[in-house]
Structure formats: structure tokens, C-alpha cells
């Protein structure tokens, strides 16, 4: 269903770009896990952030791609898993080191399934939980290759049109991905300007 969304709003006039994400940027939220380096020795705990994203996230969000490959559409289920990082990540974890080619596990409890990603790509430093922190290191895995999609989802569109001819316009191409769909729409200019601007 989400393939399909993305699909129809991609195919809508007006519409230049579109991706998903599970953490909108600057909203507040977030998610982090304890993660290793196989090969890599560290005394210290490594705690990124995470964020599960589709293809197309980077260049819709204007993110220049530094080194390697976004996700594409061999990016399944039941391929290998692969993430991308931040350019603190790098700096933070491998000492500035370009990370494509190594890999991340997720430290994870009994019972829980286990997460081995590829790193296949480097992009550019971007803000993540709030403009007031400093830069996190992060790692962006594929919304394809969930296993368990959440209930919730984002779609980021970024568009010269007006926004009431826009969200018409997206509201209908989600009734032709699913009529059952449940949509709200948001500008995030004006969430980022109410969030930060409010209280100087």
C-alpha cells in the first residue's frame, strides 16, 4: 500500500518530488538503538539515530548523496539489508573513514530478530530531532525492506503549487492507492516556524 501511495502522489501534477519516512525531520520525534561495527574495536557504547526512509528521501529533501548509492528498487524483503549514513556517523564512529562497504548490527535482546546492515551509502549532515542540537550520527534504513511496516507513515512533497490545489490533489491520488485511507496534511515550513518561532 505505501509503494502504491508513493507511486500515485509521485504521478501527481505539481508534484516534483515525494519520498517516506517514519521520523519526520525537526518534528521532535525520534529513534535510536545500540549498534556495533563488526572489525571495529570501540570501548565507548554507539548510539546512532535512525530513521526508516524510501528511495528518492535524500534528493527530495535536497540531501546531497557524498558517496555510494541510494536505496533502489533491489532493495526488498528478502535481500540483504542496507542502510545509509550520516556524515557524523562517519566522523563519529570511524574516525572520518568513508563507511561505504562496512556494516552494522543492531544490539538487540533475546528473542528479538537480528539486523545486519550494509552501508552503501555516505550523505551530506542534516538535522534530525530539533534545530537546536548538534549534528547526530545517523543511519537511514530502507522502508522496503521492512518486514513489519508500522501503521504510520509520512510522505514528504515538496511543490511550488498552492497548498489547498495540493492537498486535494494528494488527497486523491491516496483514495486511488487505498479509498480507506486516513490522511492529514501539514506544512512543514509553517510546523518548523511554529515550533522554533513561538518561543524565540
Known amino acids: 500500500m505505501y509503494r502504491d501511495l508513493l507511486d500515485q502522489v509521485r504521478t501527481t501534477p505539481s508534484v516534483e518530488l ?3 519516512n517514519n521520523i519526520v525531520p525537526i518534528s521532535g520525534s525520534d529513534w ?4 556495533e561495527i563488526p572489525g571495529l574495536r570501540s570501548h565507548d557504547r554507539m548510539i ?5 526512509v524510501s528511495g528518492g528521501y535524500f534528493r527530495t529533501l535536497g540531501t546531497p548523496l557524498l558517496a555510494g548509492r541510494d536505496f533502489d528498487q533491489h532493495d526488498t524483503v528478502s535481500s540483504a539489508e542496507v542502510a545509509l549514513v550520516n556524515q557524523e556517523f562517519s566522523c ?6 568513508n563507511p561505504v562497504g562496512r556494516q552494522i548490527r543492531l544490539i538487540v535482546g533475546p528473542g528479538d530478530p537480528e539486523h545486519l546492515y550494509q552501508i552503501t551509502g555516505l550523505v551530506k549532515n542534516s538535522k534530525y530531532q530539533s534545530l537546536r542540537v548538534e549534528f547526530k550520527p545517523l543511519v537511514f534504513v530502507a522502508e522496503s525492506q521492512s518486514k513489519e511496516p508500522t501503521q ?7 511543490s511550488r503549487a498552492p ?3 495540493l492537498n486535494a490533489a494528494l488527497k486523491q491520488a491516496a483514495a486511488r492507492a487505498n479509498p480507506e485511507m486516513s490522511i492529514a496534511f501539514q506544512v512543514f515550513q509553517t510546523q518548523v516556524r511554529n515550533r ?3 518561543t524565540g
Open 196 to 198: 522554533y518561532c513561538a
Open 48 to 52: 546512532p539515530w535512525f530513521n526508516r
Open 92 to 97: 563519529k564512529f570511524l574516525a572520518g573513514a
Open 18 to 20: 515525494a519520498a517516506t
Open 152 to 158: 504510520r507513515i509520512s510522505v514528504m512533497v515538496p
Open 163 to 165: 497548498v489547498g490545489a
Open 32 to 35: 535510536n538503538d545500540i549498534i
